[in-house]
């Protein structure tokens, strides 16, 4: 029974020595782990039970069915050299930008009253943020 109450009285220490504000940005990290996990889970259940192609022009990917194949195939064939000359360099400077922010840029930046469908703003850009870390990867662009 001594050794209960002991154990008890040092897990209530260590609780209370622990910072809240480091314990909520934790929190809010697993949440935005958790949602882009389901995000992506939902995708790939969703392509698995749709057969679709793949179209590739230049750096840019696209998944069509197979009946609107060939006319997306054209239509990507043509903009995609107009979309890399427009915005080759902006997207370059937009993955090193989405690299170098972090969540404690998310937080001081975002409003603490705004509320996205029950999401906290800050919780909103970092989830943004993370979209726009994977994207360029995607494309062929690799910021160091």
């Known amino acids: 029974m001594f050794s209960g109450l002991v154990e008890s009285v040092s897990l209530g220490a260590a609780l209370v020595a622990q910072d809240p504000a480091v314990l909520e940005r934790r929190l809010a990290r697993l949440d935005v782990l958790r949602r882009a996990a ?6 790939a259940d969703s392509a698995h039970r749709e057969a679709l192609d793949t179209i590739r022009a230049g750096a840019l990917f696209i998944l069509v069915r197979p009946e609107e194949s060939a006319i ?68 062929g662009f690799a910021p160091r």
């Open 38 to 43: 389901g995000a992506v889970l939902m995708s």
């Open 72 to 139: 997306v195939r054209q239509g990507a064939e043509l903009a995609w050299p107009q979309l890399d000359s427009l915005y080759g360099d902006e997207a370059m400077a937009l993955a090193q930008l989405a690299k170098r922010v972090g969540y404690d840029d998310c937080v001081r930046l975002s409003s603490r009253f705004d509320r996205y469908d029950g999401r906290a703003e800050c919780d909103v850009m970092w989830s943004a943020v993370n979209l726009l870390r994977g994207a360029p990867a995607e494309v």
